[in-house]
T-cell receptor, first 115, second 117 residues
Framework: AQTVTQSQPEMSVQEAETVTLSCTYDTSENNYYLFWYKQPPSRQMILVIR??????QNATENRFSVNFQKAAKSFSLKISDSQLGDTAMYFCAFMNSGGYQKVTFGTGTKLQVIP | DVKVTQSSRYLVKRTGEKVFLECVQDMDHENMFWYRQDPGLGLRLIYF???????EKGDIPEGYSVSREKKERFSLILESASTNQTSMYLC????????????????FGDGTRLSIL
């Protein structure tokens, strides 16, 4: 079974600064998908970014980018120019390419952006 | 826009009660999922369904059952609620692999915070 590890339960960053959230995973598969989800306080979980394992290029969505290291099984999220609205729980998630599209989630990192 | 609606934001029930949590999606998605979210444990999959009347156990199915009689609706049932089932419950949906290709992200509802007294 796949496992996803987020080793930073809580982090904080000053507004306008850059922060990196770590994620490692374990799989024997060669083709898979990785995600970062954001869950603001008392609000809905939303997708931040998606990475396909067979694509070498790191995914980017505005201020959010990933550093995908396939050999190291590492998938970190970088948030640039942090904003107060980035305060949230962030979950790293793994999905196999086949099967029922099940997702395995990490335990989450609580990010606080400080004004 | 994609919409997953959970019937209640907050729910309080008593031990031994039969509890129903309802989830409806309006995107015609094949896949639907039920998770529970607990601090320090992340999201854990209870059950999922990949088609009407089809269901599969997730990682923690004990004490739960599900029903999917229509494509848009996926119900989670606590047969006899216990205090250790106090948690946040999240419903999600996603397109089938044969519909939109593999690796499609899941779309979540707002969650139901369930307290069992």
């Amino acid at each position: 079974a796949q496992t996803v590890t987020q080793s930073q339960p809580e982090m904080s960053v000053q507004e306008a600064e850059t922060v990196t959230l770590s994620c490692t995973y374990d799989t024997s598969e060669n083709n898979y998908y990785l995600f970062w989800y954001k869950q603001p306080p008392s609000r809905q979980m939303i997708l931040v970014i998606r990475q396909e394992a067979y694509k070498q290029q790191n995914a980017t969505e505005n201020r959010f980018s990933v550093n995908f290291q396939k050999a190291a099984k590492s998938f970190s999220l970088k948030i640039s120019d942090s904003q107060l609205g980035d305060t949230a729980m962030y979950f790293c998630a793994f999905m196999n390419s086949g099967g029922y599209q099940k997702v395995t989630f990490g335990t989450g990192t609580k990010l606080q952006v400080i004004p | 826009d994609v919409k997953v609606t959970q019937s209640s934001r907050y729910l309080v029930k008593r031990t031994g009660e039969k509890v129903f949590l309802e989830c409806v999606q309006d995107m015609d998605h094949e896949n639907m999922f039920w998770y529970r979210q607990d601090p320090g444990l992340g999201l854990r999959l209870i059950y999922f369904s990949y088609d009407v009347k089809m269901k599969e156990k997730g990682d923690i199915p004990e004490g739960y059952s599900v029903s999917r009689e229509k494509k848009e609706r996926f119900s989670l049932i606590l047969e006899s609620a216990s205090t250790n089932q106090t948690s946040m419950y999240l419903c999600a949906s996603s397109p089938g692999m044969w519909t939109d290709g593999p690796g499609q992200p899941q779309h979540f509802g707002d969650g139901t915070r369930l307290s069992i007294l």
